[in-house]
């Protein structure tokens, strides 16, 4: 019994260090978007002037703005791509599918730098102007693999009777695709397209060398502010995108609770 008591102790206080590590700094953020002083080292007071400043910085909200653009942009066709190739890759067999299978993993285990330089060196020989194009095309080529793992993880559950039943009952290879196959799987679509956005959104190493001059986005518009200090200013900015994260999150887990519900 008192083994038993000290194991959930142990237990208790190696969870709890492991989340204090986790959310401590994310609560600091936080607290210190409200600080007083133009530095995040000492609290001076509460304040609300880093909101307002935030407002009215016209740089940090087009870096954003162009962050948003290209993940909804890539995550969009990443998606798409991803998921027709994890359902046909799980589907068929054919010649090379085991070396295009292996391919796949390339762009999540070489180094961003290497996929950066590489990606650069790509457009630069083939006249591409760098820019809002350039980025889009870069995190499509290092989202579509992160899309077909998580959808073929999905499909491996799948049970393809349902699509035999579909289609004795007269259902074509479209219909049969879209009322049954896409409904099955779509969790995991959602999870990958998820996973796309957060990568495309927070992405520095690889927009860094495909950008190109003049154009910045928000990761890449943080990292130049580093060299100077970053204010406040950044921390609002990160707080408010946290309070956005958190309400889709508790949204959807409100959905699927109201939804088990029903069932």
Do not use: C
């Amino acid at each position: 019994m008192k083994k038993r008591k000290f194991s959930k102790g142990v237990l208790g206080t190696y969870s709890f260090l492991i989340y204090f590590i986790l959310y401590a700094p994310i609560i600091i953020l936080v607290a210190y978007s409200f600080n007083n002083s133009k530095l995040n080292a000492v609290w001076t007071g509460f304040t609300l002037k880093w909101y307002s400043v935030l407002a009215s910085d016209g740089d940090v909200l087009q870096a954003l703005r162009n962050s948003i653009i290209i993940a909804f942009s890539s995550t969009l066709i990443a998606t798409i791509i991803g998921t027709l190739a994890a359902v046909g890759m799980y589907k068929y067999k054919f010649k090379g599918k085991t070396a295009l299978d292996g391919l796949l993993y390339v762009p999540i285990i070489i180094p961003e730098i290497v996929m950066g330089i590489s990606l650069l060196v790509f457009f630069t020989q083939a006249k591409v102007t760098l820019g809002l194009f350039t980025l889009i095309l870069a995190h499509v080529t290092f989202s579509i693999s992160y899309v077909v793992i998580v959808v073929r993880a999905r499909m491996k559950s799948f049970d393809k009777s349902l699509e035999e039943a579909a289609m004795d009952l007269g259902a074509n290879g479209l219909q049969t695709f879209s009322k049954v196959t896409l409904p099955i799987i779509l969790p995991g679509i959602i999870a990958g397209a998820l996973m796309a956005f957060t990568l495309s959104l927070d992405d520095v190493i690889i927009s860094f060398f495909v950008s190109g001059a003049g154009f910045e986005t928000l990761p890449l518009r943080i990292y130049s502010m580093v060299r100077t200090g970053v204010t406040p200013e950044i921390n609002a900015l990160s707080t408010i995108m946290l309070a956005v994260t958190l309400s889709i999150a508790i949204i959807s887990e409100l959905m699927q609770i109201k939804k088990s519900k029903k069932i």
